[in-house]
């Protein structure tokens, strides 16, 4: 199954966009509806926050206060976590309960206001943020809960703030619009993401292209891959095994495809076989079929064999090489990615470069063998600059 993060900041309308996705087919599990029913009368839950905080925040029936509870711990960070380590387990276990018996191609989407505080993002295979102006908020939790400013401020100041949450986020829906147009981005999401990333998951087949668009450098590709390294570390986990951002898209500046090309270090091939292809295949990253291996440099010292990953997700293409310790090819491409990042000479020849392979259309076979000759040169100076610096891998 397809495992969807959701999360917004109060009053951003993450609500509107967890009842859209229900509509469209996906198995929504609302954090909020856990957390409640597993501190229900009657629960041990209830029972551990009692003995924390008295019974000062239970109503007359013996019930949770929500509001008498709230008005405790939003101001005091000691006792929010007192309050977290009480019911975060309990919630986080019903959550996996109730997605455990989800068919095996639902789409689950867990709603989570503290999916960023509480660094859960890793563990799905995708997050979607909603993000909504903070006037905008305020307008809304007066108009729609009858929360004073003061306290909607104090709420909205007690969790994780726009720019942490954007940096969890593979998809982010702004609703500061209508609701028409809210619902017309889910129902685009659902269709053109969502759907085929559950169904190249479940197939484990890679979603990939072999055209090649040269596309401007992103800023953001390094916080796209810091995202993907650390889904990629939740599921090699508890294997601590090294994971680096490599190719064009890893060099500030560089033009390239819009593909995140990642390297992760294994002790032998043989690691790469078996369990550790399935947990990446489960976590959105399936093999690639065939036998594939880097071009040596020079030529003629033999190829050097490899693991090639891709990624299920069509919203975001991933080259996820898995080398060993040992490999010639593993060196190489953290050297010329850093004899790259180091000289702006070399960085700009091999953007001509590029974008001369790229106006004639190649297809992805063409365009790495075209680029060969260059980096059989580039390979030698590269060397050099190794050596006059004493670079390390």
Same mark, same amino acid.
């Given at each position: 199954?397809?495992?969807?993060?959701?999360?917004?900041?109060?009053?951003?309308?993450?609500?509107?966009?967890?009842?859209?996705?229900?509509?469209?087919? #996906?198995?929504?599990?609302?954090?909020?509806?856990?957390?409640?029913?597993? !501190?229900?009368?009657?629960?041990?839950?209830?029972?551990?926050?009692?003995?924390?905080?008295?019974?000062?925040?239970?109503?007359?029936?013996?019930?949770?206060?929500?509001?008498?509870?709230?008005?405790?711990?939003?101001?005091?960070?000691?006792?929010?976590?007192?309050?977290?380590?009480?019911?975060?387990?309990?919630?986080? #276990?019903?959550?996996?309960?109730?997605?455990?018996?989800?068919?095996?191609?639902?789409?689950?989407?867990?709603? !989570?206001?503290?999916?960023?505080?509480?660094?859960?993002?890793?563990?799905?295979?995708?997050?979607?943020?909603?993000?909504?102006?903070?006037?905008?908020?305020?307008?809304?939790?007066?108009?729609?809960?009858?929360?004073?400013?003061?306290?909607?401020?104090?709420?909205?100041?007690?969790?994780?703030?726009?720019?942490?949450?954007?940096?969890?986020?593979?998809?982010?829906?702004?609703?500061?619009?209508?609701?028409?147009?809210?619902?017309?981005?889910?129902?685009?999401?659902?269709?053109?993401?969502?759907?085929?990333?559950? #169904?190249?998951?479940?197939?484990?087949?890679?979603?990939?292209?072999?055209?090649?668009?040269?596309?401007?450098?992103?800023?953001?590709?390094?916080?796209?891959?810091?995202?993907?390294?650390?889904?990629?570390?939740?599921?090699?986990?508890?294997?601590?095994?090294?994971?680096?951002?490599?190719?064009?898209?890893?060099?500030?500046?560089?033009?390239?495809?819009?593909?995140?090309?990642?390297?992760?270090? !294994?002790?032998?091939?043989?690691?790469?076989?078996?369990?550790?292809?399935?947990?990446?295949?489960?976590?959105?990253?399936?093999?690639?079929?065939?036998?594939?291996?880097?071009?040596?440099?020079?030529?003629?010292?033999?190829?050097?064999?490899?693991?090639?990953?891709?990624?299920?997700?069509?919203?975001?293409?991933?080259?996820?090489?898995?080398?060993?310790?040992?490999?010639?090819?593993?060196?190489?491409?953290?050297?010329?990615?850093?004899?790259?990042?180091?000289?702006?000479?070399?960085? #700009?020849?091999?953007?001509?470069?590029?974008?001369?392979?790229?106006?004639?259309?190649?297809?992805?076979?063409?365009?790495?063998?075209?680029?060969?000759?260059?980096?059989?040169?580039?390979?030698?100076?590269?060397?050099?600059?190794?050596?006059?610096?004493?670079?390390?891998?």
């Amino acid at each position: 199954m397809l495992k969807v993060g959701l999360t917004g900041g109060i009053g951003s309308g993450k609500s509107a966009v967890a009842s859209r996705l229900a509509g469209c087919g #996906a198995l929504v599990i609302d954090s909020d509806r856990v957390a409640r029913e597993v !501190v229900a009368p009657g629960t041990q839950g209830l029972a551990e926050i009692v003995a924390a905080f008295s019974d000062r925040v239970l109503d007359a029936d013996g019930a949770l206060d929500r509001a008498a509870l709230g008005a405790l711990v939003f101001a005091d960070e000691t006792a929010r976590r007192r309050l977290e380590a009480i019911t975060h387990p309990r919630v986080r #276990a019903r959550s996996a309960e109730l997605a455990a018996a989800a068919a095996p191609d639902a789409i689950v989407v867990n709603d !989570v206001p503290l999916l960023v505080e509480v660094g859960l993002a890793p563990t799905y295979h995708l997050v979607v943020v909603v993000q909504t102006e903070v006037a905008t908020r305020l307008a809304r939790l007066a108009r729609d809960r009858g929360m004073d400013r003061a306290e909607a401020e104090r709420r909205i100041a007690a969790q994780a703030d726009d720019t942490q949450r954007r940096a969890t986020a593979d998809v982010l829906l702004t609703n500061d619009g209508s609701l028409a147009d809210l619902h017309a981005a889910v129902d685009v999401l659902w269709r053109e993401r969502l759907r085929p990333y559950e #169904a190249n998951l479940r197939e484990r087949r890679p979603a990939r292209s072999d055209h090649v668009v040269l596309a401007e450098a992103d800023p953001t590709w390094p916080q796209q891959y810091a995202r993907l390294a650390a889904r990629i570390r939740h599921a090699v986990a508890p294997a601590d095994l090294r994971i680096d951002h490599i190719g064009s898209t890893a060099v500030p500046g560089l033009a390239a495809k819009d593909v995140i090309d990642i390297q992760l270090t !294994v002790p032998t091939l043989a690691d790469a076989d078996g369990p550790l292809a399935e947990r990446l295949a489960a976590a959105g990253f399936p093999r690639l079929p065939g036998e594939w291996w880097d071009n040596p440099r020079p030529p003629g010292s033999g190829r050097w064999e490899k693991r090639l990953h891709g990624s299920a997700d069509p919203g975001r293409p991933v080259h996820l090489h898995v080398r060993p310790a040992d490999s010639p090819g593993r060196r190489y491409a953290l050297l010329i990615r850093d004899h790259l990042r180091a000289d702006p000479d070399q960085r #700009a020849a091999y953007l001509m470069l590029k974008r001369e392979l790229a106006a004639s259309a190649p297809d992805s076979a063409t365009w790495s063998t075209a680029k060969d000759p260059w980096f059989d040169e580039e390979h030698l100076r590269a060397e050099q600059w190794a050596a006059q610096t004493d670079w390390r891998p």
